[in-house]
């Protein structure tokens, strides 16, 4: 199964998150059956949070140790994991995410958003073993590890199983892509820096731009001819972009965040620069024209290659423990 947007639901014993029938007025599912997890959907805004405080307490007193907790970010964003961890009393591994909300660094202006409520709380808890996290924060504490938002849900059109199997199996070899770099279409409400940036580097000799948006299909396909694609920065430092391009072996160029590490520890083909004025016809000539890890890709996507990767690193830290 590919990673997608909510992967990472699949793989807990706990989740705080919101209920089905939220997700659905979305127009989407979740991937785990709430009936078999010791769920709990907390009140929708932080204010609330000392309201419910006995059911916030009672939810994470359930806990079994090497329990893996799976919280959605809002919550952590609003401080109610932060509360309810306190009533956690042996060893635990978060995984968070289901969410553009960053947590510990400055974030984005959502209309109406406040700042992130304080995480160290989280990351100094003798009990929390490793906190798996999308958009993870940069430089905050060696217990956080990155990890991958993925496609988008499996119910949309950039997430569909189907039409993903297909693109990857019909993908274009490396060696025959063109050397060069392409511009898609850029959402500008997602990131302030975009619009100028697309601005800046649509010109550049070496990049093709693409100003509309296409069909899905199309887009993947139009990423598929090239040997590079750029990935700017959106509400997140990751984006679906990257696991598009991957998909069909074309490799994302990204600023230097989170996500490097993360690509780097899998050996995943991928370039990083310190600042978007590097790319000049100096960089582009200096990129060299093989990467490895093209076969790292395929398991890298999906759900059963994180899983294994988490449930090791449990293992690990469980064989260490009894030492």
């Excluded at 400055?106 to 160290?120: L, M, N, R, V, W």
Aim: charged share 30%; aromatic share 14%.
């Amino acid at each position: 199964m590919f990673i997608c947007y909510n992967w990472i639901g699949l793989v807990a014993d706990m989740h705080m998150d919101q209920d089905a029938a939220f997700y659905e007025r979305a127009g989407i599912s979740k991937l785990y059956n709430e009936k078999n997890s010791i769920f709990y959907k907390p009140t929708s805004h932080p204010r609330e949070l000392m309201n419910e405080a006995d059911s916030l307490g009672e939810w994470a007193s359930q806990s079994r140790p090497t329990d893996l907790i799976t919280v959605k970010a809002d919550y952590i964003y609003g401080g109610f994991f932060q509360y309810a961890r306190k009533y956690i009393s042996h060893p635990y591994t978060l995984l968070s995410g289901i969410s553009a909300l960053g947590l510990g660094g400055p974030g984005y202006k959502f209309k109406g958003a406040t700042a992130c409520e304080d995480i160290s709380s989280i990351v100094e808890d003798s009990n929390l073993m490793h906190w798996y996290c999308t958009n993870a924060p940069q430089d905050v504490s060696d217990k956080i590890i990155p990890i991958p938002i993925g496609f988008q849900e499996k119910e949309r059109e950039g997430g569909n199983p189907e039409t993903l199997a297909k693109l990857r199996k019909g993908r274009i070899p490396s060696y025959q892509k063109k050397y060069k770099v392409l511009l898609p279409y850029h959402d500008f409400k997602t990131h302030h820096d975009r619009e100028k940036l697309v601005k800046k580097l649509k010109d550049l000799s070496f990049v093709d731009f693409v100003e509309d948006r296409l069909p899905f299909e199309e887009y993947v396909k139009k990423m598929d001819e090239y040997k590079y694609v750029i990935c700017l920065e959106g509400m997140g430092n990751d984006l679906h972009r990257n696991y598009e391009a991957l998909l069909v072996d074309t490799v994302p160029i990204n600023i230097k965040n989170r996500v490097a590490p993360m690509f780097k520890q899998h050996y995943i083909p991928s370039e990083f620069v310190d600042s978007w004025d590097d790319l000049d016809e100096e960089w582009f000539n200096s990129l060299s024209n093989h990467h490895d890890g093209y076969d790292k890709i395929g398991p890298f996507l999906t759900v059963e290659y994180w899983a294994n990767f988490i449930k090791s690193n449990l293992y690990e830290w469980e064989t260490k423990k009894k030492k």
